[in-house]
């Protein structure tokens, strides 16, 4: 076969190629990104396209893998396949790196550039792996030129399909190994030699002709072999129906017909096996397929051991195993009576293996090892691992093989295989089965491991950037729900938010940033940390969304994002909002448990510019809900968004025994529906308000002597709330806040409150915008220490900045009884 490449030139099939019967081949590499980075000869023939337009192009754009039935008289003799225009589904899987093994095809596919003609095409694709840009190689033959073949040679195929073969004995692989190098334009000897040895352990290309006939694929191959073959048959048997005996030279396709049988079975074998694996990203059961595809039929007990790095879901494994590496049991299968192995082995065990194990050797070496018995002296030896209990009875007598489970040339972990003492041992041929199960294996494990380690980052990631919202803040409960994207990736750029501001009040934020992944949730993590400091300025919620707005377009073009900022002020009962382009919040009311979507100026999203941004004020009672979410709960494809919208303002109404009931009723509620693709935020805010008696405030003139005056309606007050066991550290630190802001005032009053809630808050306003900062007070320093001694009694303390000043607070637990 001819492998099409930049220095071939057509050879044909005509008289003068006689038997040799030469088909040009498809060569194409494809690169990380899915473009094309090689494009043979043989590529144009077959599919129309030259080279320069073909590199540098999505590789979708050039292979058809899918399109139309034809019609019923198109369906041709050669199977299915051929009633299918395109490459197909595996192929489709291939090239968007959805299989991690390699996979063959045949079918019927259109090629524009060669007018429409309907060409028949056997094709193989490999997945490639290491530091170069190439991720998959594909090769591909027009399968017409062996029908030609057939009328020339006057010899019936029964069928053409193309597959793999898996051992290196087989005919060809050296001669593949010596051109494949050749027929891979413009790569380094270093980079065809990598991808040489990958086809090579992923199976040489093959064509199966019938059940007992399969050939590889090889430069120099054609239809005279086979021709041969069947010649030399009709010989042997016209010999046999004289009654004479047969000659060697006609007799040895017996044994090629075994081999090729035993090929035979192993592929079928394999196939079904890849079938089996990999049908999920889920770990845990991706190594229990792995354990179950090889039992009964290739060994009668199977144990699965990976590295801790593994199963812990960390990154890769470094460095070669030794004796104190940690293995993990974490599957067994067996075809022995239910729990024979179960306490002897239990599957959750972790142990390391010493030197002279057969185990060591094949984790260390990478290589399986065949065990054709395991003798009594062996038997011991393995079982003096297993401290108290005695393996011998399961394992003396058994014949073992030993495979790594493999990836980039790791050793992630093995299997152990034993067959019963009366079945055939394994030989040389299983061997190299269960080598390439265990390669095709541990490329699954391999994948099954870098999702559970991405899931786990991009979950960390996630949870660091969104906020730990305590349950309670001053006048107002609060819940919250995150729901990571379903189908487009664990990490997005939605957020939810609340900041503790002056006067007992409470921002309230619900963000969504346009697109999803990293670069999203950097983007979230930048704005959510600007809004966290324009909120503790005390900006008006319009005023922040353009400051907002302003910040994202000097941080680029690419950050768009809606945004939606309240702030309840339980004293007065009141909600202030504005809107950037998100989807309104909806308020339920506690008097009738009506729910309504608030009527906002939108707004244009943050990053648009140049758009004036409105606020509304809402007056609210006490025990109404505020229920903000992002539009990925109430979007659905094809689906107006007014539906999500009512079906939020009905399901936000339902009475809920708690904060969390009522959140889970909503998610219920829009969750089920089926097609969410977006993640999803959520915040629910019961707004409780602050009772007037709960609240002291006083007017202080800007003169020393009111500090007096500040300790006692501060001790007054305390005891009218019965709160006496708190008036000593709150007299003291009310004194140090006063002076400070006497001290610091420019001749306006000073305003002092305290607010009884959860907590006992004290705030002290002045008309300083200079914030105060915690210092180390020398031993005869004059100043200093006032802070010092808030910070040391306070459960919580702070400061930010007003319109008229600045606001200095602290916190004292209640410590209800």
Not at 461 to 483: E, F, K, N, V
Not at 509 to 526: E, I, K, P, T, Y
Not at 708 to 735: F, K
Request: glycine content about 10%.
């Amino acid at each position: 076969m001819d492998h099409g490449s930049e220095r071939d030139t057509d050879p044909g099939l005509g008289a003068g190629d006689g038997a040799s019967g030469r088909i040009p081949l498809a060569v194409v590499v494809v690169d990380r990104d899915g473009d094309v980075s090689h494009w043979s000869t043989g590529a144009r023939r077959l599919f129309g396209a030259a080279k320069e337009d073909a590199v540098g192009r999505s590789v979708l754009d050039l292979l058809p893998v899918s399109g139309a039935l034809p019609d019923d008289d198109e369906i041709t003799p050669y199977g299915a396949y051929a009633a299918y225009d395109g490459l197909g589904p595996d192929l489709e899987s291939s090239l968007d790196g959805r299989l991690s093994f390699p996979a063959a095809g045949r079918a019927r596919i259109t090629v524009p550039d060669r007018d429409h003609d309907r060409v028949d095409v056997l094709w193989w694709a490999y997945p490639l792996v290491g530091p170069g840009d190439e991720r998959l190689l594909v090769l591909a033959a027009d399968a017409g030129r062996l029908r030609h073949a057939e009328q020339d040679e006057g010899v019936a195929f029964e069928r053409i399909a193309p597959g793999f073969a898996l051992h290196t004995d087989f005919p060809g692989a050296e001669e593949l190994a010596r051109r494949l190098p050749e027929i891979l334009p413009s790569m380094s000897v270093d980079e065809s030699a990598r991808i040489v040895a990958q086809v090579l352990e992923l199976g040489y290309p093959i064509l199966e002709f019938s059940q007992n006939d399969r050939v590889p694929v090889t430069p120099d191959w054609g239809v005279a072999r086979r021709t041969e073959r069947m010649a030399r048959r009709e010989r042997a048997a016209r010999v046999a129906a004289q009654g004479l005996p047969v000659p060697a030279e006609l007799a040895d396709d017996e044994g090629e017909d075994l081999e090729y049988a035993a090929v035979r079975e192993r592929l079928e074998f394999l196939t079904e096996v890849s079938g089996k694996i990999g049908t999920s990203l889920d770990l845990s059961r991706t190594i229990v397929e792995v354990s179950r595809a090889v039992v009964p039929r290739f060994t009668d007990v199977a144990g699965t051991y990976l590295r801790e790095q593994v199963v812990a879901g960390e990154g890769f494994p470094d460095g070669v195993p030794d004796t104190t590496t940690m293995w993990h049991r974490v599957a067994l299968e067996h075809t022995d009576e239910p729990g024979r192995w179960d306490d002897v082995v239990p599957v959750g065990e972790a142990m390391p293996f010493p030197a002279h194990t057969p185990f060591f050797q094949c984790m260390t070496t990478g290589e399986p090892v065949l065990v054709p018995r395991i003798s009594e002296e062996m038997g011991h030896a393995i079982a003096s691992q297993f401290e108290k209990r005695d393996i011998r009875p399961l394992i003396t007598g058994r014949s073992m093989l030993v495979v790594p489970l493999k990836a980039r040339n790791v050793v992630l972990g093995f299997m152990i295989l034993l067959r019963h003492p009366e079945r055939e041992m394994f030989n040389d041929m299983d061997r190299a089965t269960g080598a390439e199960l265990a390669a095709r294996a541990g490329l699954v494990l391999d994948n099954a491991r870098m999702y559970t380690y991405q899931e786990s980052v991009a979950e960390t990631l996630q949870d660091s950037m969104l906020p730990h919202i305590p349950p309670r803040m001053a006048g107002c409960d609060i819940a919250t729900r995150y729901l990571p994207g379903t189908l487009l990736g664990r990490v997005g750029g939605d957020w939810f938010d609340s900041v503790k501001l002056p006067g007992a009040r409470t921002a309230l934020v619900v963000g969504d940033v346009m697109g999803h992944g990293l670069n999203s949730a950097a983007m979230m993590g930048q704005l959510r940390t600007a809004v966290q400091t324009m909120a503790a300025l005390d900006l008006p919620p319009a005023q922040l969304l353009r400051n907002l707005d302003d910040l994202a377009q000097r941080l680029g073009d690419g950050y768009l994002a809606t945004c939606l900022y309240a702030v309840y002020d339980p004293i007065e009962s009141e909600l202030h909002l504005a809107n950037a382009g998100h989807i309104p919040p909806v308020l339920v009311r506690a008097v009738d448990g009506r729910s309504e979507l608030l009527d906002l100026p939108t707004g244009a999203p943050i990053g648009v510019g140049g758009v004036a941004f409105e606020s509304l004020r809402v007056r609210v009672e006490p025990g109404d809900r505020l229920v903000m979410c992002t539009d990925g709960l109430v979007e659905m494809r094809g689906e107006d968004i007014g539906v999500g919208l009512a079906t939020l303002c009905e399901s936000a109404a339902h009475p809920a025994a708690s904060m969390d009931d009522a959140c889970d009723t909503i998610i219920r509620a829009l969750n089920t529906r089926g097609g969410r693709k977006d993640d999803v935020a959520l915040l629910m805010a019961r707004l409780n308000g602050i009772e007037p008696e709960d609240v002291a405030e006083w007017r202080l003139a800007p003169d020393p002597a009111e500090v007096r005056r500040a300790r006692a309606v501060v001790r007054e007050q305390l005891h009218e709330w019965g709160l006496a066991r708190l008036a000593d550290p709150a007299e003291l630190m009310v004194s140090e806040l006063v002076t400070n802001a006497v001290r610091h005032s420019h001749g306006r009053p000073v305003q002092l409150r305290l607010i009884r809630g959860e907590t006992l808050l004290c705030e002290v306003d002045d008309d300083d915008h200079t914030l105060p900062t915690l210092l180390s007070a020398r031993p005869d320093a004059d100043a200093g220490r006032g802070l010092r001694v808030v910070s040391t009694l306070a459960r919580e303390w702070g400061t930010s900045r007003t319109a008229a000043g600045k606001t200095v607070w602290f916190e004292l637990g209640l410590r209800r009884r």
